[in-house]
């Protein structure tokens, strides 16, 4: 084995030890809006670094995706408009619409208020939506 793929090896067990460590830590005593953003915002970011190591399309729940957007811009005061919704759930433009349609059918994203234009039109999570995902969030921590 050369050198470079030994390094590799021991940067990613390195990479696992130090999630290991991470998830061994105990709980917060109290849970801030704060903090479930941040674990949305580490959900997000370990799917796109597991994508980093596998190859594209392996992997794929762009509604998943997408609602932990989501919750990160309603966190922030924002709504993401319908090409950064796209992007966020790692779809492509013309399949984007079909999954925004079945997230709006579900009730767990709306319209931006005043902003129909298919097209251009921003989308933000419903109050139920923000209400299931907090829950969710707050198991995993």
């Known amino acids: 084995m ?3 793929r030994l390094q590799t090896a021991l940067e990613i067990v390195r990479q696992a030890q130090a999630r290991f ?10 849970v801030e809006p704060e903090s479930l953003r941040a674990v949305a915002e580490r959900l997000y970011l370990e799917r796109r670094r597991r994508d980093e190591f596998f190859p594209a399309g392996l992997f794929g729940e762009p509604a998943w995706d997408l609602l932990l957007s989501l919750f990160i811009a309603h966190d922030e005061g924002r709504s993401l408009t319908l090409s ?3 992007t966020a759930a790692k779809v492509q433009p ?6 925004i349609e079945r ?3 579900a009730g767990l994203i709306s319209r931006e208020q005043g902003c129909f ?3 251009r039109g ?15 969030l707050t198991d995993l921590l």
Do not use: N
């Not at 460590?21 to 109290?30: D, K, S, V």
């Open 2 to 4: 050369d050198t470079d």
């Open 122 to 136: 921003a989308i933000v999570l419903t109050d139920e939506a923000v209400h299931r995902l907090a829950e969710y």
């Open 117 to 119: 234009d298919r097209r």
């Open 84 to 86: 950064e919704a796209f």
């Open 94 to 99: 013309e399949d984007g619409p079909d999954l």
């Open 21 to 30: 460590a991470m998830l061994a830590e105990p709980p917060p005593a109290a």
């Open 103 to 105: 997230l709006l059918d």
